[in-house]
């Protein structure tokens, strides 16, 4: 096999093979690691990263430009699709300093975000990231999206928005002058008013588990959009959090939960660059959906100790309706031990439907893309193309009934979606829902909270008293229930 160093693009995805390695359905992710990372070392530095960058930034840069240039070889010679399925989903050996971690060649395909990130990231001084998926991919998934397809009214899971490009896109949503996306700006006006009474709230030794810690932009706003927009990302809002707690000497342990493996890595290198970790603040990853977090509960880890407190902001529970909810919420009373379990919620009660049409309105081409996304996404979970994007166009209302924004993929003109498993025709202009957005009230929260086996404690509040964060903890009914962890 040829040893001859030759320069590397720094464009990615134009990567063939130029070490000339032959691949099969055998060859292991590890041993082309082995293969590849000597050979790449000086030309990604050179031609990728500006500068002279760490040696950890360095070895973490290598190791995802392997991870693209791996996948695009094998593309070229037809074994992809073998990889997926198997190799790719073993954990992957990077360096003998650094951790096990076991992510698969499609999340490190968008090379320049990731690097991006990397740039940033020091991995031999970053705490660990704990990838909790199950071993089956993306198997309940593309369950999911099929049994969307084929309900009534039609339906794909939200989930789908959340990928790295979905993130993304979300963050530009955000931070875009034209929509006024109103409830990262209130949650932000809520903590910072109240951040030390939160604070106070959260006791010395507990566990902190963010629900969906978000994307860091790579791009830092500008002091005038900043004024403009008044909203910090998720990442910026839990630093807030964990700079309170410090400042009140407390210890505690924080993990950041997300789908995306960009995303995640983005916000600890935000996180662990404020907390070092020498600090009282200890900042972990753990790579997953929600339900692979309450998979992961039900285990009993060790990471987490109790007190647990559940940080659940962005008006994140209005993506579900009011019963799955309060479902949600008791599925973690059932796999938390309720003593000390709090969840400090961010609910969006507003009811000026100018003001919501105008923060989710797919009329706007940032809002639009953002939705658009989730069937490129909804393609990759089925591996090929059902949704062709040029059939369908983008819709939302603000439905009175349950008081939610609901937006909605729209048929362009009868079509017909074919996956491996079923076939399903969809006439011209049915829609299929994409994500919804509640708007509850005090009463409602305490409704869904109440249903779930919580009670709400008290509310910290905006100006005009629409948008809250509330803590709620187990009602006494759910303390005194047969918990299998009492």
């Known amino acids: 096999m040829s040893c001859q160093q030759r320069t590397i693009s720094p464009d990615l995805r134009q990567w063939t093979n130029p070490f000339n390695i032959i691949v099969d359905e055998r060859s292991r992710v590890a041993d082309l690691l082995d293969i590849l990372y000597p050979r790449l070392a000086e030309s990604i530095v050179t031609h990728v990263l500006p500068g002279k960058p760490s040696g950890g930034v360095r070895n973490i840069a290598i190791f995802a430009c392997c991870f693209v240039l791996i996948s695009n070889l094998l593309e070229d010679q037809g074994v992809l699709g073998a990889f997926r399925s198997g190799a790719v989903a073993q954990k992957v050996k990077r360096t003998r300093k650094q951790k096990l971690l076991r992510i698969s060649i499609d999340e490190l395909l968008n090379a320049e975000q990731t690097l991006i990130v990397m740039k940033s990231w020091d991995p031999l001084e970053t705490p660990s990231l704990n990838d909790i998926r199950p071993d089956t991919g993306n198997s309940d998934l593309r369950n999911e999206i099929l049994v969307g397809l084929n309900s009534k009214p039609k339906y794909l899971p939200s989930m789908l928005l959340w990928d790295n490009q979905g993130l993304a896109r979300f963050e530009a949503l955000r931070t875009t002058t034209s929509i006024d996306y109103y409830p990262s700006r209130k949650e932000t006006e809520v903590l910072k008013r109240n951040i030390a009474e939160i604070a106070r709230t959260i006791p010395t030794g507990a566990t902190l588990v963010e629900l969906g810690s978000g994307y860091v932009s790579p791009v830092k706003p500008t002091s005038e959009l900043r004024e403009l927009t008044s909203s910090f990302s998720n ?72 007190p647990v407190i ?85 819709f939302g209302f603000y439905d009175t009934m349950d008081q939610s924004w609901k937006s909605y993929y729209v048929a362009r003109s009868d079509l017909i979606l074919r996956s491996a498993e079923s076939t399903i025709k969809i006439g011209k202009g049915e829609r299929i829902l994409a994500i919804r957005s509640a708007k509850w009230t005090q009463r409602e929260v305490e409704k869904v909270s109440s249903a779930g086996g919580f009670r709400v404690v008290k509310t910290w509040k905006d100006d005009d008293t629409t948008y809250g964060n509330v803590p709620v903890e187990p009602s006494v009914a759910m303390r005194n229930a047969n918990h299998p962890l009492l």
């Not at 910026?236 to 009140?248: C, F, G, P, W, Y």
């Not at 995640?264 to 290198?269: F, G, P, R």
């Not at 969006?348 to 049409?357: F, K, L, V």
């Not at 893309?369 to 989730?374: A, D, K, S, T």
Request: glycine letters at 8%; charged letters at 20%.
């Open 235 to 306: 990442t910026e809002k839990t630093a807030l959090i964990l700079s309170a707690l410090q400042r009140q000497d407390k210890s505690v342990t924080y993990h950041a939960l997300d789908l995306s493996p960009v995303g995640l890595l983005s916000s600890l290198a935000v996180l662990t660059e404020t907390f070092p970790q020498s600090s009282r603040i200890g900042c972990h990853g753990l790579l997953g959906s929600y339900d692979d977090f309450l998979a992961w509960l039900a285990q009993k880890p060790k990471q987490l100790k109790s």
């Open 310 to 394: 559940i940080l659940w902001l962005g008006n994140s529970i209005g993506n579900l309706d009011a019963s799955e909810a309060s479902a949600f919420l008791a599925r973690f009373g059932s796999c938390i031990a309720t003593k000390g379990l709090q969840f400090i919620i961010g609910v969006d009660g507003c009811r000026d439907q100018s003001q919501i049409e105008r923060c989710y309105n797919p009329a706007n081409a940032v809002t639009r893309e953002f939705l658009m996304n989730g069937l490129d996404q909804a393609n990759k979970v089925l591996s090929q193309s059902v949704f062709s994007k040029q059939d369908w166009t983008c």
